[in-house]
């Protein structure tokens, strides 16, 4: 009905669809998502003649040339030295520290360390890999069944592309021309929320299976156990602070306070003894595979994105869809439909460069405002990472652990409900992600 009224308004032919079906069988086939975009928007160009094939090559560039994307390399390797360092253990003993007096301590200090770490490096499948490796073991001795705890580090590490700094949303402000130091103030309290949420969920399946005990400690024993945790790995949280004090502050942009992290961290890594320079041809190598996946498909997308605008197809979508049902609150359940089923089966970079561009306009349409717009589109995609059959968190867990991919995915059902929710809440209560902004992007 919906691609029936869209036909109509825009007249798309097969040089819409074709292109569309060949992108949907590459991706079906395994084919690196960058080469499937490129495919398809070089046969979208040549079957449609609307522009010259040249576009391709000049787009390639032009798409990638931002200096906004140099933060991406330098959050990832960031996250990178933060794990060889050994600076990432100094997480999980203060975030142990902090919950051990309660019930469920270690399930929530795994949870905490995850946003720990999404703090610096942006990504999720680092945090679920660097998370995973220190805790799940941890988690199952404490008596956490092995797919569960899965499940709790690949919820977790969700927040790696929902609390600022992030990857994500560096790259959907230079699609949507936003700035990422806003999109960052914005993200803070809906990535808080889905930590919080992550946090409440857990306490509440250990409640009722009783998966950890603990709780039996005094305040003072809390208070000097916190105390020497924090007296043996403060240095820890320069990195962090670093970022969030130079980004918020303004005094570095998203890109300057990733360089300042990478020298701070290779800094302390050399002072501590735990980083040589027999260890940066592999953190160069692995942050570079990294992003050598993230950069093509942005390149690739820039081509394609200008093909379905000559189009009319974002325009064509919002007409269509609004002739549907003009009431705001559905077309916003819609938005949030299409974000989490892109996520289930397509990885963030491809969804934002793909689908910011045709439901932004939707978006203005209804009056949302831009920036709660991108925070909910982000939030729905993370919804993604523990669903399947993507599910990157997932495979990334599963992958450290050998547990099977679906009883993982039966233990996140908790987790991607109480994130839904986040998302609604997100998406009809504007203040949550507009609060901390200046009056003007309200």
């Given at each position: 009905m919906l691609w029936q009224t869209m036909n109509q308004t825009v007249e798309l032919g097969?040089?819409?669809?074709?292109?569309?079906?060949?992108?949907?069988?590459?991706?079906?086939?395994?084919?690196?998502?960058w080469a499937a975009i490129g495919t398809a928007a070089?046969?979208?160009?040549?079957?449609?003649?609307?522009?010259?094939?040249?576009?391709?090559?000049?787009?390639?560039?032009?798409?990638?040339?931002?200096?906004?994307?140099?933060?991406?390399?330098?959050?990832?390797?960031?996250?990178?030295?933060?794990?060889?360092?050994?600076?990432s253990r100094k997480f999980l003993d203060v975030a142990e520290a902090l919950t051990c007096f309660a019930k469920g301590g270690f399930g929530s200090a795994t949870v905490l360390v995850c946003g720990m770490f999404a703090a610096i490096s942006g990504s999720d499948a680092a945090g679920a890999a660097a998370v995973g490796r220190m805790t799940i073991a941890r988690l199952v001795e404490s008596g956490y069944p092995r797919p569960y705890a899965c499940a709790l580090v690949a919820a977790g590490a969700c927040t790696g592309i929902l609390i600022p700094p992030s990857i994500a949303y560096i790259i959907i402000g230079l699609v949507l021309g936003i700035s990422a130091s806003t999109l960052f103030l914005a993200a803070l309290i809906p990535g808080l929320a889905i930590l919080v949420s992550i946090l409440i969920t857990n306490l509440i399946m250990n409640r009722i299976y009783a998966y950890e005990g603990g709780g039996?400690?005094?305040?003072?024993?809390?208070?000097?156990?916190?105390?020497?945790?924090?007296?043996?790995?403060w240095y820890a949280f320069i990195v962090p602070g670093i970022i969030f004090y130079g980004i918020f502050s303004g005094r570095l942009t998203p890109t300057e306070a990733g360089a300042?992290?990478?020298?701070?961290?290779?800094?302390?890594?050399?002072?501590?003894?735990?980083?040589?320079?027999?260890?940066?041809?592999?953190?160069?190598?692995s942050s570079a595979k990294v992003n050598g996946v993230i950069l093509p498909i942005i390149a690739f997308s820039a081509p394609l994105a200008e093909a379905l605008a000559i189009m009319g197809v974002p325009q064509g979508f919002v007409t269509s869809v609004t002739g549907l049902t003009n009431e705001p609150w559905l077309l916003i359940l819609l938005m949030i439909g299409i974000l989490i089923?892109?996520?289930?089966?397509?990885?963030?970079?491809?969804?934002?460069?793909?689908?910011?561009?045709?439901?932004?306009?939707?978006?203005?349409?209804i009056g949302m405002n831009e920036i709660q717009f991108c925070i909910?589109?982000?939030?729905?995609?993370?919804?993604?990472?523990?669903?399947?059959p993507l599910g990157l968190n997932l495979f990334v867990v599963s992958g450290i652990t050998g547990e099977s991919i679906l009883k993982i995915a039966a233990r996140a059902v908790p987790f991607v409900l109480c994130m839904f929710v986040v998302v609604l809440l997100i998406a009809y209560v504007p203040a949550i992600s507009t609060t901390l902004l200046p009056d003007i992007y309200k």
């Open positions: 097969w040089d819409f669809y074709l292109p569309v079906i060949i992108f949907v069988g590459l991706i079906a086939l395994a084919v690196p998502v070089i046969a979208m160009l040549v079957m449609s003649g609307d522009l010259p094939l040249s576009l391709v090559g000049e787009k390639l560039f032009t798409g990638i040339d931002a200096f906004a994307l140099t933060a991406v390399p330098l959050f990832i390797l960031t996250g990178d030295v933060l794990v060889r360092t050994g600076l039996n400690m005094s305040m003072g024993e809390w208070a000097g156990n916190l105390g020497r945790s924090l007296k043996s790995g300042t992290a990478v020298v701070v961290t290779i800094i302390m890594g050399f002072i501590l003894r735990t980083l040589t320079l027999a260890d940066f041809p592999a953190m160069l190598v089923a892109a996520g289930c089966v397509m990885e963030t970079t491809p969804n934002i460069v793909i689908l910011a561009p045709i439901l932004k306009p939707l978006a203005d349409n909910m589109m982000i939030t729905a995609l993370g919804v993604g990472f523990i669903t399947p």
